[in-house]
């Protein structure tokens, strides 16, 4: 900690060049700092043969909550280790680490600077067919071999401790299980949603379910997650997939991670009413997300159950009829924690741009009472939605209200 | 770590002296050890007045598994840290803590030598009208106040974190959960019963219901438990209700404290099928252990309720929705735990006073066989058995087998 010092161009060309092998010490480099500043700050060093290194050094505070917010350089050293695991066990679609340093809170890690972020593809109406897969078989390896499954109470429960992340999970609870149901300052609600908005403060059967989910959140610690797995998450182009960013990494429910990209994509759906002009277009769009999360989940089922079945450790859990009770679960957890990203990019504070970027303010309003509606009926409908066909169907019967 | 050495009684004597103020210089004092000696040394001190206090030292192994099993004198300072929070919390039913020293791995506590242990007055027939009030109040408060109702995202965490106790959690895991559903040679069998025990190993549908209720055990941290709430850790008088030896003390469900003293309850009443020959006189005492199991249920709700309406911190868990699914869940993990418990004693390696002494060996596999039967009913059926008559009802439907 006493090291700590916020990175100059300098440091991080100087951190990028000492650790891993890519740069020479002869090598001129350049480095520009391209991140948003309020978390972190990210450096892109390169050298005169196009080769290059991210360096990302942790801020001690966070102004993304609204408001001047200390926040532990402890992350960075969260983010490494989770990256660091989730690649050994899924280094197909793990951005590489290459370099932690406590001192500093930095990273060094790969360049992915020639994919694009899943978000702005699917917002300009891309298609990337292969992304369930991978991200399918990312989930549940990462999920899988991180959990009870694998590791034994001893290694599981010191795994649990090491990725303690309060002040991170925090956050999560409070934007995402508490804010959208009640009328907090923090909250960006488009006033033509107003209505619909406070209709989820006075919601109590709702907001009985969103507790349940949120003690899940708490005290359910299945599997290390990547804690935000959202589709800005990750790096994308038509053969490669990355997850980045695993900052909010802990060990929480296995859902959590399934349920928010799921979430996703469902918000991409939404959006696709009014940033897509084109009718025929638009059916193609949605007809391809809904695709891919269906292939997702039947990717992601097919390999966590073969893995339940071969790599399971633990004997207790090699049980055949606790392992289908165990998925069918983890469907319902997952629809819940869906509805719940739904719910909290329309009226929390974080949007998305699958939103936010639609121009006519008229459509917009729809798009939003679109995903709130269908984020109720996930979280309310959970333990009732037991294939994902049933999610499919329900989508599709979803009517774009006025 | 480096200060330990195995107590002598003058150490004992030294350690008691030294801590609190219920000796002086001057005394001329006693001591005697007391304990199993295979897992910690217990001594008694006491001056020529008659005051006295208990000094309870961990030994760096433990033979209580079978073997020569070494175990962290760390589960000193667990014990200490566990039975100091309920102690704040619950002052009434907690056996009171006057010192902990890290390096000897020692407790001095108070002595309750004038109460005398639950389980031999069980199994003696004797009766304590106020018992299920007791012990409801103590696991409805320690179980409330250690929980996400109370404590923020930040200081659950750190409890959690505090409160790992991997070692001793092992056991449970083993002994509790895995032995008796297969052919592991820490069992205990009783030869007439082997045709039931040898059932259970093939049960599979029995062994998924299990496998969820160790896969809680693992991954859902809900409050600071005591973990062995069996009727030997329990102190008793006409007044008075202790609770001691919390070595096995961790952040779990809640369900497994409440279900290990319902068991505790339910093998006090299938041991009396066999304990006690006059038919007025057991049928006595079995209502009286069905009726402390109904008021521990209806004081423990009551309680718990009153609590989570008007203490809880987390405003997303004031929902009466939430609570009362919260509370119905908490029963039926309770009668799974509960179940194993009857069958864990029944087949595993430690067995209970309360079928162990019944003299003939015929009435004695009859009691075994009624806590089997019983014991997987309650692990089949906990989710449809949703109030405390609903297990009455099924107690005394239980028939007693050949």
Request: one cysteine or more; aromatic letters at 10%.
């Amino acid at each position: 900690m006493s090291d700590y010092h916020t990175f100059t161009i300098a440091d991080a060309k100087a951190f990028a060049l000492a650790h891993g092998d890519t740069f020479r010490e002869s090598d001129s480099l350049e480095a520009e700092e391209f991140g948003d500043g309020n978390l972190n700050l990210v450096f892109r060093v390169k050298n005169a043969n196009g080769r290059s290194l991210i360096v990302k050094q942790a801020l001690p505070y966070a102004r993304c909550v609204g408001e001047s917010w200390p926040l532990t350089i402890e992350r960075a050293r969260i983010e490494a280790e989770v990256l660091l695991r989730h690649g050994r066990i899924c280094p197909e679609h793990t951005v590489k680490v290459l370099h932690y340093d406590a001192g500093v809170a930095a990273i060094v890690m790969e360049d992915l600077g020639q994919l694009a972020i899943l978000r702005s593809e699917l917002v300009a109406g891309k298609q990337f067919p292969q992304l369930a897969d991978q991200l399918a078989l990312y989930l549940a390896r990462t999920l899988f071999f991180t959990s009870d499954f694998v590791l034994n109470g001893l290694q599981k429960k010191i795994e649990v401790a090491r990725f303690i992340n309060p002040e991170l999970c925090l956050i999560t609870e409070d934007l995402f299980f508490s804010d959208p149901y009640c009328n907090h300052e923090r909250n960006a609600i488009h006033q033509p949603i107003m209505p619909q908005a406070r209709e989820l403060w006075h919601d109590e059967a709702l907001q009985a379910e969103v507790a349940r989910l949120k003690a899940d959140f708490l005290s359910k610690p299945q599997a290390l997650l990547h804690g935000d797995m959202h589709s800005g998450s990750i790096f994308i182009s038509a053969e490669q997939c990355k997850v980045i960013d695993a900052e909010f990494g802990f060990y929480g429910p296995m859902g959590f991670d399934v349920g928010s990209f799921i979430g996703n994509l469902l918000l991409s759906y939404a959006g696709q009413f009014g940033l897509q002009e084109d009718a025929g277009r638009r059916q193609q769009q949605q007809d391809y997300l809904l695709r891919q999360i269906e292939d997702l989940w039947q990717h992601f089922s097919h390999e966590f159950t073969r893995l339940m079945q071969t790599e399971t450790k633990e004997n207790s859990f090699r049980n055949s009829e606790y392992q289908h009770y165990f998925l069918q679960q983890l469907l319902a957890d997952s629809l819940g924690y869906a509805g719940c990203e739904l719910i909290r990019r329309t009226v929390g504070l974080a949007h998305v741009a699958d939103l936010e970027q639609i121009r006519n303010e008229q459509q917009r309003a729809a798009s939003e009472r679109w995903a709130l509606a269908l984020g109720r009926s996930l979280i309310m409908q959970r333990q009732q939605l037991t294939t994902i066909q049933q999610l499919l169907t329900l989508v599709r019967h979803q009517q774009l209200p006025a």
